[in-house]
């Protein structure tokens, strides 16, 4: 995984980012999709400054709340986010996960995957971690998109902001999209993201299907689960 979002600077654009995030509601949208029932424990890899957690204990606070990320800054900043909520946040890699056997009942992710280096070993690490019919929906930006269509729609969701706040949202996407294999991101073909799924643990108990976030046409679910 690469050593530039492990950084003090990384963890900075990643603050701006994650709280735009939030602003724009795409944290709720992701806690609405998960399997959020009761009292379940809840793992956010890459979890950065934690406000996806805050959004999963707002939709259900019954919920146990773990954060894992590979930078130390940014736990830092997530421990601040959220000091008022029971949180095990910890400086870690989903590659070697720090947790015992069938320990979670739901795992996500919102664009980490792009940065993990053996993602089929990580996948099962996340088969490892699952408990018997729990769920791990990982939320990533594909190969196989439309960028320009993708930009037009962030524009689009930001009309209401300050020009220059749309101009840095938009060049930030585009750069991420275009050229984030400068820093470590790739993006997989939906066809390469099934047979990774289907050649570790989960096997079968896999599905990856093409879907939006904001309205934004350039994510998949990869969606995995651990049979009871």
Same mark, same amino acid.
């Given at each position: 995984? %690469?050593?530039?979002?492990?950084?003090k600077?990384?963890? +900075?654009?990643?603050?701006?980012?994650?709280?735009?995030? !939030?602003?724009?509601?795409?944290?709720?949208?992701?806690?609405?999709?998960l399997?959020?029932?009761?009292?379940?424990?809840? /793992?956010?890899? *890459?979890?950065?400054? %934690?406000? !996806?957690?805050?959004?999963?204990?707002?939709?259900?606070? %019954?919920s146990?709340?773990?954060?894992?990320?590979?930078?130390?800054? $940014?736990?830092? #900043?997530a421990r601040i &986010?959220?000091?008022?909520?029971?949180?095990?946040?910890?400086v870690?890699?989903? $590659? &070697?996960?720090p947790?015992?056997?069938?320990?979670? *009942? @739901?795992? #996500?992710?919102?664009?980490?995957?792009?940065?993990w280096?053996?993602?089929? *070993?990580?996948?099962?690490?996340?088969?490892?971690? /699952?408990?018997?019919? %729990?769920?791990?929906?990982?939320?990533e930006?594909?190969?196989?998109?439309?960028?320009?269509?993708?930009?037009? !729609?962030?524009?689009e969701?930001?009309?209401?902001?300050?020009?220059?706040?749309? +101009?840095?949202?938009?060049?930030?996407?585009a750069?991420?999209?275009?050229?984030?294999?400068? @820093?470590?991101?790739?993006?997989?073909? !939906?066809?390469?993201?099934?047979?990774? &799924?289907?050649?570790?643990?989960?096997?079968?108990?896999?599905?990856?299907?093409? #879907?939006s976030?904001?309205?934004?046409?350039?994510? @998949?679910?990869v969606h995995? +689960?651990?049979?009871?």
């Amino acid at each position: 995984m %690469g050593r530039f979002f492990e950084g003090k600077y990384a963890a +900075w654009m990643q603050k701006l980012v994650s709280y735009r995030r !939030q602003e724009s509601g795409l944290y709720r949208e992701i806690a609405d999709r998960l399997p959020l029932d009761g009292s379940t424990r809840v /793992l956010d890899i *890459g979890t950065g400054t %934690g406000l !996806q957690l805050r959004a999963v204990h707002d939709r259900q606070p %019954g919920s146990e709340l773990f954060g894992l990320d590979l930078s130390a800054a $940014a736990i830092k #900043t997530a421990r601040i &986010a959220l000091k008022d909520l029971e949180a095990d946040l910890r400086v870690g890699s989903i $590659a &070697a996960a720090p947790y015992e056997d069938d320990f979670f *009942g @739901v795992v #996500t992710c919102n664009a980490s995957m792009s940065y993990w280096e053996k993602p089929r *070993g990580c996948f099962n690490e996340i088969f490892r971690i /699952l408990a018997p019919g %729990g769920e791990a929906l990982l939320f990533e930006p594909h190969r196989e998109i439309d960028i320009d269509a993708a930009l037009d !729609q962030i524009r689009e969701n930001m009309s209401d902001q300050s020009p220059l706040r749309r +101009w840095g949202a938009v060049r930030l996407n585009a750069f991420a999209l275009r050229r984030g294999s400068r @820093v470590g991101m790739k993006l997989y073909s !939906q066809q390469e993201l099934i047979d990774l &799924a289907k050649s570790s643990s989960f096997g079968e108990n896999s599905s990856v299907e093409e #879907t939006s976030l904001l309205n934004i046409p350039i994510f @998949v679910c990869v969606h995995l +689960w651990k049979p009871a």
